[in-house]
């Protein structure tokens, strides 16, 4: 079945940073754009950053352009999210999906927390 496992969240001080990963299965992972996107508390979800199937274009959130770096490794069907310059308002639970959410409803991961707090 198709599975997206999200990793790496975790308490940071605000500026520092966190690495998440999302490890994908059950689908031709390399043929899908994808996307990282996030709920806050008491918040929709809001879209963060995407890239495309091959990895050579990326787009993102003007809240968190210049802060965070999408990438992927097709060949370990994993998507990434590089997070610097963490600030409070980062603070939610983050999803890795396809760009179009385009996968059944019940592809989408746990999630994993991201705590920006001093």
């Known amino acids: 079945e198709v599975q997206l496992v999200e990793s790496g969240g975790g308490l940071v001080q605000p500026g520092g940073s966190l690495r998440l990963s999302c490890a994908a299965s059950g689908f031709t992972f390399s043929s899908y754009a994808m996307s990282w996107v996030r709920q806050a508390p008491g918040k929709g979800l809001e879209w963060v950053s995407g890239?495309?199937?091959?990895?050579?274009?990326?787009s993102y959130a003007d809240s968190v352009k210049g802060r965070f770096t999408i990438n992927r490794d097709n060949a370990k069907n994993t998507l990434y999210l590089q997070m610097n310059s963490l600030k409070p308002e980062d603070t939610a639970v983050y999803y890795c999906n396809t760009f179009r959410s385009d996968l059944p409803d019940n592809a989408w991961g746990p999630g994993t927390q991201v705590t920006v707090s001093s």
């Open positions: 890239i495309n199937s091959g990895g050579g274009s990326t």
